[in-house]
């Protein structure tokens, strides 16, 4: 039987149901780097709730549109726990993490919002926007070492990336010096190529290590997080250190991602730069039309249905997969008008770029303060700043989880 | 316009804080919605309809006036 037999077969959905299965996760056309993938435009345009085929030949919905993946996320008989029958994994490496304790991510409520209600505190928008003087002072001297004597440098290694580590580090009392170590490992965790032997190798040793650092707060407690949900005494090291791991990955990857194409995009858009450059009070609008356009979780997020549901006029069964793709609604024109086009201007704040439901990212005050300092310094220090290689040689991330570039040569 | 919180169901996201900071702030210990206007004036009612719409959990609700100002 073919993949797409298999998918009609467990679907039940006859030949006149619509268009093939598409593969996810599916690639983006060349040429195209800041847009979704042609075939789940196509979806959002044609089908809706589509039928889908994973890398391992099972098959699940995808869910394009605004307001079904506002509707599914936001509904609790869609389940975030990988360990139910018929989640639906992007890669190899997704579904082994799935046989380790999971974090909060990939539990439901109400074992979800308890342990996310111990780090709420730390995420909040007056705590983090008390962060802003800090974020300043780092982003100035991250600039200032990238720019002394020099006229060009790759902005992720030098900015984009050193910036929201120092922070999430600073966060959670995590030694910065080791930074080399837990951005391989992170780096492992999120690619989509990494073999099931890699993830369970990265994930033992940032455990082990995040186990350890729990150990030595005991001792030696610092104001960062880890040394807090020590403090509180009811989560064992273990737990403790699978909320630090899950903070510092979500920390390093997202914002540096989001800071480096954020620059590229707005380099390849020169009006947009214009706009913004003459009137800098246009960063927080601009950021929230960034995490818009750009939408770096850009495979989706995986739920299972645990009852039978309606979404968009199709029946869901309970133990069927949905794959909700967040770039395809935020390019949603029912939503946001002319959405192919990044317009500095535009009231963008419905975006699901952090998701939707009770898991919306916990981090998002944080990554809101970060990206308006970063770009808003960046553009600001830098009236020059420009791409140094052709734009076409730039290596985006379309083998990792979260989208972005791997290096972003620049010059100024 | 009179809002209503759900405490209960808040996941501590903080976009309601955001979009509206004079009817919404998040409570010390743990960042969960506090109200700090249930009849906010009508310069703010478009803030808080964008708070009701991006909140992602569907903890925040509001009832209309009706023509004499009665909620």
Known sequence: MTTAERTEAEHGTGPDAGLAPLAVPAARAEGCPFDPAPGVERARREEPIARATLWDGSACWLVTRHQDVREVLGDPRFSADATRPGFPFLTAGGRELATVKPTFIRQDDPEHARLRRMLTADFMVKKVEAMRPEVQRLTDDLLDRMTTGRNSADLVAEFALPLPSLVICLLLGVPYDDHEFFQERSSLLLSLRSTAEEVRGAQEDLRRYLTRLAESKRSAPDDGIVSRLVARGDLDDEEIASMGRLLLIAGHETTANMTALSTLALLRNPDQLKRLRADPSLIKGAVEELLRYLTIVHNGLPRVATEEVTVGGRTIRAGEGVLCTLNSANRDDGVFPGGDALDVGRDARRHVAFGFGVHQCLGQPLARVELQIAVETLLRRLPDLRLAIPFEDVRFRHDMGIYGVHALPVAW | ?71
């Open chain 2, 1 to 71: 316009m009179r809002v209503h919180i759900d405490q209960e169901k808040c996941c501590g996201a903080g976009s309601c804080v955001l979009s509206a900071p004079e009817v919404f702030d998040q409570r010390e210990e743990d960042g969960i919605v506090v109200l700090l206007d249930a009849e906010p004036p009508a310069g703010l009612h478009d803030a808080v309809h964008e708070a009701v719409a991006i909140c992602p959990a569907a903890a925040i609700s509001v009832e209309q006036a009706d023509r004499a100002g009665r909620v």
